[in-house]
């Protein structure tokens, strides 16, 4: 029986040992299509959830094991992943991450088409073609005719198209109308203090807040830190609407490197 207890004694740190040194160091470099560092990168270990930011030079070390991904996440920019193999840890990393094309701004039309065709087409400001086209066409029809009217007889297999060489007013007017409802249901505004208090409630409820507890930090303390992110970022106004967790954390690990520095949390 002693036998037995002495064998299970030092089996145990064997199996913590090797938990221990399975983790790693690892250096890399962000770039920007392997031209110039950019900086900061949120650096995220998606296995063990620990994070960090590039420095000013891209550089960056975090902690990992074997078959860890590492996430690589900056505003106007795609997120890279990629999954940590043995011969990653032989040479410091090289990641290049790609912009994300610019989106053009949103067209907003103040003008609300009043049903008057007459008016309305003036100020849509039809173009010198259509306008050009309008008036032949006008001019053909109150023209006397000058040849023979043909036999009041259609083939039975002639279908006429009734819309051909006629430009739809209404057509264009409708293509205005839908332009005004896209323009104006994608409007960000500023977000109440209902509406702030309601995103804060939902960061701390989906976003995992253990980068700012692991400083000691109390929940008192924590939504005084979300508050300032808030402010300084304007979080709720931009993503109340459209919360995307990873945008979010981003947004919060940016704002608390500078409230770091200003509340003196490292000296703690």
């Not at 299970?8 to 399975?22: C, D, E, R, W």
């Not at 900086?39 to 063990?48: A, G, M, Q, R």
């Not at 032989?90 to 003008?111: A, G, H, N, Q, W």
């Amino acid at each position: 029986m002693r036998t037995y207890i002495k064998r299970i004694f030092y089996t145990i740190p064997f199996f913590v040992s090797a938990g221990f040194f399975s983790q790693q160091q690892i250096t890399g470099t962000v770039t920007e299509n392997s031209k110039k560092n950019i900086t900061p990168v949120l650096i995220i270990n998606v296995s063990n959830r620990k994070s960090t930011l590039s420095d000013t030079l891209g550089n960056f070390t975090i902690e990992v094991s074997e078959n860890d991904e590492l996430r690589f996440v900056k505003e106007g920019y795609y997120r890279f992943d990629k999954k940590i193999k043995q011969e990653d840890f032989r040479f410091p990393l090289m990641i290049s991450l790609d912009k994300t094309e610019i989106e053009i701004p949103e067209v907003k039309i103040t003008y609300k088409p009043t049903g008057n065709l007459e008016r309305d087409n003036r100020h849509l400001n039809e173009s010198r073609k259509v306008v050009s086209l309008r008036s032949e066409l006008d001019e053909y029809m109150k023209s006397p005719l000058n040849e023979a009217l043909p036999d009041n007889t259609v083939s039975k297999t002639f279908k006429p198209d009734y819309n051909a060489g006629h430009v739809s007013i209404l057509g264009v007017l409708d293509a205005a109308v839908g332009l005004f409802k896209k323009a104006t249901e994608l409007k960000i505004t500023k977000a109440n203090y209902t509406e702030t208090q309601d995103f804060i409630k939902k960061v701390k409820e989906e976003i995992d807040l253990e980068f700012l507890r692991k400083y000691g930090m109390n929940e008192e303390q924590i939504d005084h830190f979300l508050i300032y992110a808030n402010d300084i970022r304007m979080m709720a106004k931009k993503y109340r609407k459209n919360f995307k967790a990873d945008t979010v954390e981003y947004e919060l690990k940016i704002a608390f490197s500078e409230y770091r520095k200003i509340r003196k949390l490292d000296n703690l």
